[in-house]
């Protein structure tokens, strides 16, 4: 059977918009989903990432959170007819507060696979309370029982195929251990990219004060080098046909560009995309419009491309 990929809405989040795309309309307030991702009609079901433990815990960062009925990790699982118990791996994109939260609710049956150097980087103090106690306390209890969790040394190993059709690779840019998953599915590879891509539309379509071709704009919140974020972006678009960024909607890409916008399933219904270069256009953006949020999905209208 094909795999496919469905994301789960785990918690919304309030933040400061220039957090997420670098010198975006600074001051002013932006509204962003966060994504799980299952990963279904293989063996067994893989789970990326676990979002918040709670929608306060974002408040030690100066954002706000919100976690409805719908989005408890257990009824999101639910929808696809699965418990907890069902998971067979949980793999990390990273481990930040809105994404390895909820680790402690699986049985420790469920590998938890990470970069050894994610595990390292959230108790180095760098990025201070983005990496809560509570889940670093449970990973460590997870690093002393038996097959409880997986470290990985990607940038030495190179990619791995952690299960058929989905590989793993060092992703870097967002932090130090950051790690991208690819999936086979019928319509191409999708890349899962965590936050390595934060905004599609404001980073990418029409990436905010870029001059050069194919430049991305950089995030707000990075532990590594400017360059390292830029060179990250650019691996996650090269990967496949799709990305999956945790806090906005899925885009398929072609050559680099991205040429449609999809909801919450890959394969999946998609909205297409006109992305044009600067030598295309001769202009840079220097404005982005702060008014609509990015939680609606953009294949929402009935004039759909695809299935
Ligand atoms: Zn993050
Ligand atoms: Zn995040």
Same mark, same amino acid.
């Given at each position: 059977?094909?795999?496919?990929?469905?994301?789960?809405?785990?918690?919304?989040?309030?933040?400061?918009?220039?957090?997420?795309?670098?010198?975006?309309?600074?001051?002013?307030?932006?509204?962003?989903?966060?994504?799980?991702?299952?990963?279904?009609?293989?063996?067994?079901?893989?789970?990326?990432?676990?979002?918040?433990?709670?929608?306060?815990?974002?408040?030690?960062?100066?954002?706000?959170?919100?976690?409805?009925?719908?989005?408890?990790?257990?009824?999101?699982?639910?929808?696809?007819?699965?418990?907890?118990?069902?998971?067979?791996?949980?793999?990390?994109?990273?481990?930040?507060?809105?994404?390895?939260?909820?680790?402690?609710?699986?049985?420790?049956?469920?590998?938890?696979?990470?970069?050894?150097?994610?595990?390292?980087?959230?108790?180095?103090?760098?990025?201070?309370?983005?990496?809560?106690?509570?889940?670093?306390?449970?990973?460590?209890?997870?690093?002393?029982?038996?097959?409880?969790?997986?470290?990985?040394?990607?940038?030495?190993?190179?990619?791995?195929?952690?299960?058929?059709?989905?590989?793993?690779?060092?992703?870097?840019?967002?932090?130090?251990?950051?790690?991208?998953?690819?999936?086979?599915?019928?319509?191409?590879?999708?890349?899962?990219?965590?936050?390595?891509?934060?905004?599609?539309?404001?980073?990418?379509?029409?990436?905010?004060?870029?001059? @050069?071709?194919?430049? =991305?704009?950089?995030?707000?919140?990075?532990? +590594? *080098?400017?360059?390292? $974020?830029?060179?990250? /972006? #650019?691996?996650?678009?090269?990967?496949?046909?799709?990305?999956?960024?945790?806090?906005?909607?899925?885009?398929?890409?072609?050559?680099?560009?991205?040429?449609?916008?999809? @909801?919450?399933?890959? =394969?999946?219904?998609?909205?297409?995309?006109? +992305? *044009?270069?600067?030598? $295309?256009?001769?202009? /840079? #953006?220097?404005?982005?419009?702060?008014?609509?949020?990015?939680?609606?999905?953009?294949?929402?209208?009935?004039?759909?491309?695809?299935?």
């Amino acid at each position: 059977m094909a795999l496919e990929v469905k994301l789960l809405d785990l918690i919304d989040i309030e933040l400061e918009s220039s957090f997420l795309v670098l010198a975006r309309n600074m001051g002013q307030k932006a509204r962003a989903k966060t994504w799980g991702s299952l990963i279904l009609g293989g063996d067994d079901p893989i789970l990326v990432d676990t979002g918040a433990s709670h929608p306060e815990i974002m408040q030690r960062l100066g954002m706000t959170g919100w976690i409805s009925e719908e989005q408890q990790l257990e009824n999101q699982l639910a929808q696809h007819g699965l418990e907890p118990k069902d998971v067979r791996y949980i793999l990390h994109t990273h481990n930040h507060i809105d994404h390895a939260g909820q680790d402690n609710r699986f049985p420790m049956s469920t590998t938890v696979v990470m970069q050894r150097k994610e595990l390292e980087h959230s108790v180095s103090g760098l990025m201070g309370e983005q990496y809560p106690a509570e889940y670093v306390k449970h990973h460590v209890d997870r690093l002393h029982t038996p097959g409880a969790v997986r470290l990985l040394d990607l940038e030495l190993s190179g990619p791995i195929e952690l299960a058929p059709r989905v590989v793993v690779e060092h992703a870097g840019g967002h932090t130090e251990g950051s790690m991208n998953i690819l999936v086979e599915t019928a319509d191409g590879i999708v890349c899962i990219c965590g936050d390595v891509i934060y905004d599609v539309q404001d980073q990418i379509v029409a990436p905010l004060y870029q001059v @050069g071709e194919f430049d =991305p704009q950089v995030t707000g919140n990075h532990s +590594m *080098r400017k360059r390292e $974020e830029k060179g990250a /972006v #650019v691996r996650a678009l090269n990967s496949g046909s799709f990305v999956v960024p945790s806090h906005d909607y899925p885009a398929r890409v072609a050559g680099g560009r991205i040429v449609s916008r999809l @909801g919450t399933s890959i =394969p999946g219904p998609e909205a297409p995309v006109e +992305m *044009r270069l600067p030598s $295309e256009t001769a202009e /840079v #953006v220097h404005t982005v419009d702060a008014g609509p949020d990015r939680l609606g999905s953009p294949v929402e209208s009935p004039a759909l491309v695809g299935s």
